[in-house]
């Protein structure tokens, strides 16, 4: 066979890193070595990969990119592979871990983790905020297994997702805040004299999505979930919270939508699981029963 997971990743790592020398440190290997790889791999496929260009950086060639973008693809789905034969070796996955974001843990995702934790009462779970480990990790070593998350603007590669559910946004404030207080609907200059609650710029919301959602000139950016949800009870200002996430806020009055007169529809953001081919069985219960 001319190519070879170990050739894939070579050719990967050289185009990442910008040097057989930091591929090689990478792999832990010496750069001659990486070189001879590529140039082996260069020979039997009777193709030019790299241009090389004494002191300069190797530049891939337009076939090279093309199989740089197929070895992204392939490379996560063989780590997933030979991950999910491992566990299998062993039964049952010992632990679980799953990424989410602070938006999307809906009563409908805590319900469905109880449930695998009685299915499966041996295996540990970890749960992490999805926006401490890229999406593209998944599967990796110390990497998440499942990642429940708003739709990433950028798609990522060697995974597989599944459109689970949806965010219906509502514009919020505590009660305390002068705009819940307002018996009116809400016009957009009401809303300019108050701070808005937005999150930070992130894998999910660039700089032009989170303009987009921008009411006030006046900000509060919040990097956490937990430091947005505490702005908004606290009454510091006004912002969009998804309407699922947690009922009782709104049962309790500990937070109030407010009524506008410019948005005729629905703000809405789909929610995605996220995974590998390399769950064991615990993972695949998960995801099945998600998808039900």
């Given at each position: 066979?001319?190519?070879?997971p170990e050739?894939?990743?070579?050719?990967?790592?050289?185009a990442?890193?910008?040097s057989?020398?930091?591929?090689?440190?990478?792999?832990g290997?010496?750069a001659s070595?990486?070189s001879q790889?590529?140039?082996?791999?260069?020979?039997?496929?009777n193709?030019?990969?790299?241009?090389?260009v004494?002191?300069?950086?190797p530049?891939l060639t337009?076939?090279?990119?093309?199989m740089?973008?197929q070895?992204?693809?392939?490379?996560p789905?063989?780590?997933?592979?030979?991950k999910?034969?491992?566990?299998f070796?062993?039964?049952?996955?010992?632990?679980?871990?799953?990424?989410?974001?602070?938006?999307?843990m809906y009563?409908?995702?805590r319900?469905?983790?109880?449930?695998?934790?009685?299915?499966?009462?041996?295996?540990?779970l970890?749960?992490?905020?999805?926006?401490?480990?890229a999406?593209?990790?998944?599967?990796?070593?110390n990497?998440p297994?499942?990642a429940?998350?708003p739709?990433?603007?950028?798609?990522s590669?060697?995974?597989?997702?599944?459109?689970?559910?949806?965010?219906?946004?509502?514009?919020?404030a505590a009660?305390?805040?002068?705009?819940a207080?307002?018996?009116?609907?809400?016009?957009?200059?009401?809303?300019?004299?108050?701070?808005q609650?937005?999150?930070?710029?992130?894998d999910?919301?660039?700089?032009?999505l989170?303009e987009?959602?921008?009411f006030?000139a006046?900000?509060?950016?919040?990097?956490r979930f937990y430091?947005?949800?505490?702005?908004?009870?606290s009454g510091?200002?006004?912002?969009?919270?998804?309407?699922?996430?947690?009922?009782?806020?709104?049962e309790?009055?500990a937070l109030?939508?407010?009524q506008?007169d410019?948005i005729e529809?629905?703000?809405?953001w789909?929610?995605?699981m996220t995974?590998t081919?390399?769950l064991?069985p615990?993972?695949?219960?998960?995801?099945?029963?998600?998808?039900?």
């Amino acid at each position: 066979m001319l190519m070879t997971p170990e050739r894939l990743q070579y050719l990967v790592f050289v185009a990442d890193l910008g040097s057989f020398s930091a591929a090689g440190r990478k792999i832990g290997v010496s750069a001659s070595a990486v070189s001879q790889v590529i140039q082996n791999m260069e020979i039997d496929l009777n193709l030019k990969l790299f241009d090389r260009v004494s002191g300069q950086a190797p530049k891939l060639t337009d076939v090279g990119k093309t199989m740089y973008l197929q070895a992204l693809e392939i490379l996560p789905r063989l780590e997933a592979m030979e991950k999910k034969a491992l566990s299998f070796q062993s039964g049952v996955e010992d632990t679980l871990t799953i990424a989410v974001h602070g938006f999307t843990m809906y009563p409908k995702q805590r319900e469905a983790i109880s449930e695998l934790l009685k299915a499966f009462p041996h295996v540990s779970l970890n749960l992490v905020d999805v926006e401490d480990h890229a999406i593209s990790s998944l599967g990796q070593t110390n990497g998440p297994d499942i990642a429940i998350a708003p739709v990433q603007l950028a798609q990522s590669r060697g995974v597989e997702s599944y459109i689970i559910d949806q965010i219906q946004w509502h514009l919020v404030a505590a009660p305390s805040h002068p705009l819940a207080q307002k018996r009116t609907q809400l016009s957009q200059q009401d809303l300019l004299q108050y701070h808005q609650v937005l999150p930070a710029v992130s894998d999910f919301a660039n700089e032009e999505l989170i303009e987009s959602l921008r009411f006030s000139a006046n900000t509060i950016n919040c990097s956490r979930f937990y430091q947005y949800r505490e702005i908004l009870l606290s009454g510091a200002g006004f912002g969009l919270y998804p309407a699922q996430l947690d009922p009782h806020l709104f049962e309790q009055h500990a937070l109030k939508r407010l009524q506008l007169d410019f948005i005729e529809r629905e703000l809405t953001w789909d929610i995605e699981m996220t995974w590998t081919n390399a769950l064991g069985p615990a993972g695949t219960w998960l995801i099945e029963h998600m998808m039900e």
